[in-house]
């Protein structure tokens, strides 16, 4: 089986921070960490790691974030469809495939690879259901959202992402990474 690790920064527009990711892709599944600092509303850190199963099915989420006066630490799990936060199952998560973290591009790669939209334009819209996590609270709630591809860009693919009222057409790589989320993130290159 074998295996590749991506690195990526983003500029992460309103937290007016930035953000990097080590990505490892391995047959089907996901392992990450990464670590992010904001400065809106006040400075904080967030250090996570993320994990997925067959088919880049998120498993494990476990978040910190660090402000000046407090430490605050999150574990999201998935258990074949059964959702826990911080050990407490949460019946409104069940039958999410994915978390969401807020102001983490990253966590967007994981429903675009499982249904190659990164490769595809022009097709249905996706509808998921996701663990949503806000940042920097941590707080988790249900998010409905929609992937729809739009168009080949370049050595990639543009796809609208819909939530509630939010609406975004995302660059994707070929690898299915975030390169540019209008109005949350940018791909810093060197």
């Given at each position: 089986?074998?295996?590749?690790?991506?690195?990526?920064?983003?500029?992460?527009?309103p937290s007016?921070?930035?953000?990097?990711?080590?990505?490892?892709?391995?047959?089907?599944?996901?392992?990450?960490?990464?670590r992010?600092?904001?400065?809106?509303?006040?400075?904080?850190?967030?250090?996570?790691?993320?994990?997925?199963?067959?088919?880049?099915?998120?498993?494990?989420?476990?978040?910190?974030v660090?402000?000046?006066?407090?430490?605050?630490i999150?574990?999201?799990?998935?258990?074949?469809?059964?959702?826990?936060?911080?050990?407490?199952h949460?019946?409104?998560l069940?039958?999410?495939?994915?978390c969401?973290?807020?102001?983490?591009?990253?966590t967007?790669?994981?429903?675009?690879l499982?249904?190659?939209?990164?490769?595809q334009q022009?097709?249905?819209?996706?509808?998921?259901?996701?663990?949503?996590?806000?940042?920097?609270?941590?707080?988790?709630?249900?998010?409905?959202?929609?992937?729809?591809?739009?168009a080949?860009?370049?050595?990639?693919?543009?796809?609208?992402?819909?939530?509630?009222?939010?609406?975004?057409?995302?660059e994707?790589?070929e690898?299915g990474?975030?390169?540019?989320?209008?109005?949350?993130?940018?791909?810093?290159?060197r």
């Amino acid at each position: 089986m074998s295996s590749r690790t991506l690195v990526r920064t983003w500029e992460i527009l309103p937290s007016g921070g930035c953000s990097t990711a080590w990505a490892d892709l391995a047959e089907g599944r996901l392992t990450a960490r990464g670590r992010a600092v904001g400065l809106v509303a006040e400075p904080y850190w967030v250090p996570y790691t993320l994990e997925t199963v067959d088919a880049y099915v998120t498993s494990r989420l476990h978040v910190t974030v660090e402000t000046a006066a407090q430490t605050r630490i999150l574990d999201l799990r998935n258990d074949a469809g059964r959702w826990t936060v911080d050990g407490e199952h949460r019946p409104d998560l069940d039958g999410a495939l994915d978390c969401d973290l807020g102001l983490c591009p990253l966590t967007n790669t994981m429903p675009v690879l499982r249904h190659g939209l990164h490769r595809q334009q022009g097709t249905a819209p996706r509808s998921f259901l996701m663990a949503w996590v806000a940042v920097p609270g941590l707080e988790v709630t249900a998010s409905r959202q929609t992937y729809t591809p739009v168009a080949r860009a370049g050595h990639g693919s543009r796809i609208r992402y819909e939530s509630g009222d939010f609406r975004s057409d995302v660059e994707f790589d070929e690898d299915g990474l975030v390169l540019d989320y209008p109005l949350l993130a940018t791909a810093l290159t060197r």
